[in-house]
């Protein structure tokens, strides 16, 4: 390899050295804090890895980084929220939990809990604001961590390929890598944003 070639290799390579553990570092402090965007994270990601000169190879890791980090987020906030439910004062966790859980959107989880099992966890991660209150349900139905993780690991899985696809279908539509990130994030933002906007137009008098 001469030194051009060399040259034009290294940048590429010390993007992805940084952006790898970014993402991953990121989309875990998102699961334990849910207020990171995690999904839009996840389609900048994709359309960056689209863009580069082998998405064949770069696509996939970011999937597997993503869906490994959120997977590790997730039995982190279960098992500290398990700590919390053990102790009698609770925990500061637990309760991050709990005040991320109305109690209508926790009543039907639980009756989702109750009729579909650990397999409700798929629905809850590629649902907006669908995962608290159901590990919230699991952790009130004192459910094993080995048990959540079983759930755990589809829905991890499910939500890394959508959120993906939405950053692919983004980053294929430009060919300028950031027209396709700011049309991954308008997706994802619409996306979380259509829920709450349709409750609140259900609620509205006629």
């Known amino acids: 390899m001469n030194?051009?070639?060399?040259?034009?290799?290294?940048?590429?390579?010390?993007?992805?050295?940084?952006?790898?553990?970014?993402?991953?570092?990121?989309?875990?402090?998102?699961?334990?804090?849910?207020?990171?965007?995690?999904?839009?994270l996840v389609s900048s990601a994709a359309v960056v890895a689209l863009h580069q000169e082998t998405p064949s190879?770069?696509?996939?890791?970011?999937?597997?980084?993503?869906a490994l980090a959120a997977f590790l987020g997730d039995i982190a906030l279960y098992w500290l929220g398990q700590r919390g439910m053990r102790s009698k004062n609770g925990?500061?966790?637990?309760?991050?939990?709990?005040d991320r859980a109305p109690e209508e959107r926790l009543a039907q989880a639980q009756a989702k809990l109750e009729d579909h099992g650990v397999m409700v966890l798929v629905l809850s991660r590629l649902v907006p604001a669908g995962r608290i209150p159901v590990m919230l349900a699991c952790l009130m139905a004192k459910m094993p961590v080995?048990?959540?993780?079983?759930?755990?690991?589809?829905?991890?899985?499910?939500?890394?390929?959508?959120?993906?696809?939405?950053?692919?279908?983004?980053?294929?539509?430009?060919k300028e890598p950031w027209e396709g990130v700011v049309l991954a994030v308008a997706l994802t933002v619409?996306?979380?944003?259509?829920?709450?906007v349709w409750r609140k137009v259900r609620r509205a008098p006629a």
């Open 57 to 66: 190879l770069s696509l996939p890791v970011v999937f597997g980084v993503a």
């Open 190 to 196: 619409l996306i979380s944003a259509a829920p709450t």
């Open 146 to 174: 080995r048990q959540f993780a079983r759930g755990d690991v589809p829905a991890c899985l499910a939500w890394a390929v959508t959120y993906q696809l939405i950053g692919i279908l983004g980053g294929s539509l430009f």
């Open 3 to 40: 030194l051009a070639a060399a040259a034009q290799v290294a940048p590429a390579s010390t993007q992805q050295a940084v952006a790898y553990p970014s993402l991953f570092l990121l989309v875990v402090i998102g699961a334990l804090v849910p207020v990171v965007p995690t999904g839009a």
């Open 91 to 98: 925990s500061r966790w637990l309760q991050a939990i709990r």
